[in-house]
């Protein structure tokens, strides 16, 4: 039987909270799949790790590395660039994973593989990337409801894109957005099939 997660609920606010509360969430699953021997409990959550991590993965390229172009300058335009080839390594290794079953000897390993190159690509959004954007947005007064904004589209865009790593779509709009809307209603069909925790998020993101 899955437990139920101990994340706090999330409320409206900025880029930061929005961001800062989906890593959490992933490396929560990711904790779970990894201390757990029961095949079951295993394969719920990696499902669930897949779908969280997927779509924040698109959500970030479509609506937050844009913003680090649009408000930082060259060095957002760095940023971006970096965490985009960042984002389509952890992508490549995340095709590879969400076709695995518990009971294959490398579903642990690739898992681990993953999120060691994951986890730093989280550490340097926390300490550099969403800083910078935060301190541009807060000392300019033109700028005033922008984090806020940032963080409701994040929000609504993870709704309508992919569920399932799709390297070959890209990290850059508009063709990430296109290939997005073609794939995501199949990955979103495919979900009703798969194995959730019972007492998590549900897995149809046209509901969260």
Do not use: C
């Not at 990696?46 to 970030?60: D, G, K, M, P």
């Not at 390229?61 to 300058?73: H, N, Q, R, T």
């Not at 579903?107 to 301190?135: C, R």
Request: hydrophobic share 30%; proline share 7%; no cysteine.
């Amino acid at each position: 039987m899955a437990t139920q997660n101990t994340i706090p609920p999330f409320k409206s606010g900025t880029v930061t909270d929005a961001l800062l509360k989906d890593h959490r969430e992933i490396e929560s699953y990711y904790n779970e799949v990894i201390n757990s021997n029961d095949h079951d409990h295993q394969e719920r959550y990696a499902n669930q790790f897949t779908w969280e991590l997927a779509r924040h993965s698109v959500a970030e390229e479509l609506i937050i590395y844009p913003a680090f172009e649009k408000y930082l300058g060259t060095k957002g335009h760095e940023m971006a660039e970096r965490d985009r080839k960042e984002h389509h390594e952890v992508k490549e290794q995340l095709k590879k994973f969400q076709n695995m079953k518990p009971k294959n000897p490398e579903f642990i390993p690739t898992l681990k593989s993953l999120m060691s190159n994951l986890s730093q690509h989280i550490k340097e959004e926390e300490s550099m990337d969403i800083p910078a954007l935060e301190k541009v947005l807060s000392e300019d007064h033109n700028y005033s409801g922008v984090s806020e904004k940032l963080a409701k589209n994040f929000g609504r865009t993870k709704a309508f894109v992919p569920s399932r790593s799709h390297p070959s779509a890209g990290e850059n709009p508009p063709f990430e957005s296109v290939m997005g809307l073609l794939t995501a209603p199949l990955d979103h069909i495919s979900d009703i099939f798969r194995k959730f925790p019972d007492k998590t998020i549900n897995p149809n993101p046209s509901t969260k």
